[in-house]
């Protein structure tokens, strides 16, 4: 069913079919090669949910491939990083956001949902770890891809890459001290709808996951 949710990544792959076929008729192989490498990576969070017990809500999926196509599409085959020198801080500290929420929900689905079963401070402090050694890995990445292949993804090098390690760090605390006012009870608009609409697609998970802790628990007492 179509929803409000759904309608950008609809969109975003409309876009980008479009572009891949047009590419390829014009005989832009650049433009088809990227627009189809796109589409495929936007196809990352389905596949995961395939995969995996775990499901992730549709806002969320669409966000991750809005941040994908303007990232890849838009930055590269319409250079938008060189057109626009806002445009790496923004998907910079999008995905900084993006990758504290999603360290948070995974961190909160370890303790089964429940708001109380750790400090809220411990949650805080994970999930901003998990969102910043993301954003280390991306940057030890594109040393790595420029050294070895002789591209240019730091940009300005040195100066590039701790900016963008400063925008990872504040995107991530934002994303973290959210958590935090969450498992306070603190109602924040956009964030608490999307982590109590992730708890109510994973409560079947969630429930293995305690009834599999409870059995054990029994196993060990009876032993």
């Given at each position: 069913?179509?929803?409000?949710?759904?309608?950008?990544?609809?969109?975003?792959?409309?876009?980008?079919?479009?572009?891949?076929?047009?590419?390829?008729?014009?005989?832009?192989w650049s433009l088809a090669a990227v627009a189809a490498g796109t589409f495929i990576l936007t196809l990352i969070p389905t596949i995961f949910q395939n995969k995996f017990p775990i499901k992730l809500p549709a806002s969320f999926v669409s966000m991750i491939v809005v941040f994908i196509f303007a990232t890849i599409f838009l930055g590269e085959a319409f250079d938008f990083y060189e057109q626009y020198?806002?445009?790496?801080?923004?998907?910079?500290?999008?995905?900084?956001?993006?990758?504290?929420?999603?360290?948070?929900?995974?961190?909160?689905?370890?303790?089964?949902?429940?708001?109380?079963?750790?400090?809220?401070?411990?949650?805080?402090?994970?999930?901003?770890?998990?969102?910043?050694?993301?954003g280390v890995a991306w940057e030890i990445l594109e040393f790595t891809v420029d050294t070895l292949f002789g591209l240019n993804m730091q940009k300005s090098g040195l100066q590039d890459t701790m900016w963008d390690l400063i925008v990872d760090c504040i995107g991530a605390s934002l994303s973290a001290w959210c958590g935090f006012f969450y498992l306070?009870?603190?109602?924040?608009?956009?964030?608490?709808?999307?982590?109590?609409?992730?708890?109510?697609?994973?409560?079947?998970f969630i429930q293995k996951m305690r009834d599999r802790k409870r059995l054990k628990r029994d196993e060990k007492d009876k032993l």
């Open positions: 069913m179509l929803s409000l949710t759904n309608i950008p990544t609809y969109i975003v792959w409309c876009v980008l079919v479009v572009a891949s076929f047009a590419g390829a008729f014009t005989l832009n020198w806002w445009w790496d801080v923004l998907l910079h500290g999008g995905s900084a956001m993006g990758f504290g929420l999603f360290s948070f929900l995974f961190v909160f689905l370890l303790f089964e949902g429940d708001r109380y079963a750790a400090p809220a401070l411990t949650i805080t402090f994970i999930s901003f770890s998990c969102a910043v050694s993301i306070k009870g603190r109602e924040l608009g956009g964030f608490s709808q999307l982590t109590e609409e992730f708890i109510q697609l994973n409560k079947t």
